[in-house]
């Protein structure tokens, strides 16, 4: 009973703050799931703190889905409606008043990642955010100047000021500061190699463990999870081929248009991509057959040129990069891949099948659409003396 009425009151709470309807069913019925586990009945509700690590626990123990951010969103604003706090409170920038001099600073940071490094506008915006948000809160005093960032401002950042992140999130802002410290080595000569080879921090790739990638047994596994008997999984299937084959990013495989194919000379052209350049790509056969079958039996009749579409809701417009990256997930989780990190291990699994059939780094560098030989050493992790010993290269690439 008394379940019964923290829901009937969370629901009136969630309505309150002008949840939708359709979030609310959702909230609802996820809270009821929780509050069925067998850890929720030994701990009181009152004990706030007590509540939030069963809540961390039960999300920790929460397997892999398109469901799982549904389930924290639910859990976080159940504990807020109990207890009238955040489970932890995000840093924002209207936390700060207005340091000129960091504002400067995050303008230069943000030229250097359109013009240099040439990174799409939301990877910049996200960055530049990232960055800023460190900055502010490693100088408080207003007295930032670039040479005066030390390796302790970033240990202390991590582990005090984001000690209730996880480590996917801490994980995430790590790259950002070292792409800040990178463009500080590059724009201005400032030295900062004892921030790189922090060992909390996204290590130098020389220095990396072998990039997560699917062995054969998983890739078998993942490409048989799709039903092929049926329009949508047809659909998937050719969806996972791009993804697999060609190692395009999730928001390439979403932009892939009609338009971008030659047939007869059997190639694809990449063309709204992360860094606003152009590459075209040979067309496996087993890729071309994939979305041959997708057109031919599969593809709604629709006007949009856009290769893959919806078939529910929106029939026949096209998929947002979400819609395709959730296909991916959701095939990984039939598969019983665990710990699946999304679509970039298929990325990484493509540049591995490379290397493995001898093309050299600057061939993967073109296929991946790196302007940086780094960043392709940093996704493949691939020690140099593995690839002085790489023979042969890969088809032709027209970049």
């Known amino acids: 009973m008394c379940n019964e009425r923290q829901i009937i009151n969370f629901e009136k709470h969630l309505v309150s703050k002008g949840y ?33 690590k069963v809540i961390s626990k039960y999300l920790a123990n929460t397997p892999l889905s398109s469901q799982k951010s549904t389930i924290q969103a639910s859990l976080h604003a159940y504990y807020y409606f109990l207890s009238g706090n955040q489970i932890f409170r995000r840093l924002n920038l209207s936390d700060f008043d207005v340091d000129m001099t960091i504002e400067a600073e995050i303008e230069r ?8 490094a040439k990174l799409s506008d939301h990877t910049i915006v996200s960055q ?13 005093e207003k007295d930032f100047l670039s040479e005066k960032i030390t390796v302790e401002h970033v240990r202390v950042y991590l582990t005090k000021t984001l000690r209730h992140v996880s480590n996917v999130t801490r994980k995430t802002i790590i790259v950002r500061i070292r792409s800040y410290v990178r463009f500080l080595e590059f724009n201005d000569g400032v030295k900062l190699d004892e921030i790189l080879k922090l060992p909390m921090t996204s290590p130098v790739w ?58 007869l000379k059997g190639t694809v052209t990449i063309r709204q991509t992360k860094t606003h350049s152009e590459r075209r790509l040979p067309l496996h056969s ?19 040129r856009i290769l893959f579409v919806r078939f529910k809701k929106e029939l026949g417009q096209p998929m947002g990069t979400s819609q395709v990256r959730n296909t991916v997930r959701r ?5 019983g ?4 990190t999304g679509t970039h291990r298929l990325r990484h699994t493509a540049a591995k099948e490379m290397i493995n059939n001898g093309a050299d780094l600057k061939m993967i560098a073109d296929i991946l659409g790196h302007e940086s030989i780094e960043t392709t050493s940093i996704y493949t992790k691939i020690n140099f003396k593995e690839l002085q010993n790489v023979a042969g290269i890969w088809p032709e690439v027209s970049t």
């Open 206 to 263: 020389k220095q990396a463990g072998v990039t997560k990638y699917l062995t054969d047994s998983e890739t078998n596994a993942f490409l048989s999870a799709y039903d092929q008997t049926n329009p949508m999984g047809i659909r998937d299937y050719a969806i996972a081929r791009c993804f697999k084959d060609l190692g395009l990013r999730c928001s390439e495989v979403a932009r892939l248009s009609l338009d971008d194919f030659e047939w």
């Open 128 to 140: 530049c955010n990232a960055v800023k948000i460190f900055l502010y809160c490693s100088f408080p």
């Open 20 to 52: 939708a309807n359709l979030v609310i069913r959702r909230y609802l019925r996820k809270v009821n799931e929780f509050l069925k586990s067998e850890d929720i009945y030994s701990t009181p509700v009152v004990v706030h703190e007590e509540l939030k």
């Open 286 to 304: 087993v890729t071309g057959k994939a979305i041959e079958e997708y057109l031919l039996h599969s593809r709604p009749a629709t006007q949009v």
């Open 331 to 335: 095939a990984a989780i039939r598969a």
């Open 337 to 340: 891949i665990e710990n699946f």
């Open 109 to 116: 940071f943000r030229r250097y990642l359109t013009e240099v």
